[in-house]
């Protein structure tokens, strides 16, 4: 027998058991989903705070929330609807 069909033959013993339909395992961790939400909220807000104090206004910090706040969730959509497939 050769190295590499002993390696193959390693190899395939140590992958689990392919999720059948009617698995409830998790699809992914949760708490990449809060990390998507919660960056998308720091980073639009920093970016609409900074615009705010650039252009003299004071709504563009509560607009970069929102529009963070719905590219997390989003990105979280994305992200889970893709580990289904």
């Not at 590499?4 to 708490?31: I, N, T, V, Y």
């Not at 929102?66 to 992200?79: N, S």
């Amino acid at each position: 027998m050769s190295a590499a069909a002993s390696l193959r033959g390693a190899m395939a013993r140590d992958l689990p058991p392919p999720a059948g339909p009617d698995d409830d395992s998790p699809r992914g961790d949760p708490w990449n989903a809060v990390g998507y939400i919660v960056a998308g909220v720091v980073l639009y807000g920093l970016l609409g705070w900074a615009l705010d104090e650039w252009l003299g206004t004071t709504f563009l910090v509560a607009i970069g929330i929102l529009v963070g706040a719905g590219f997390g969730i989003y990105m979280t959509y994305a992200r889970f609807n893709k580990a289904d497939q």
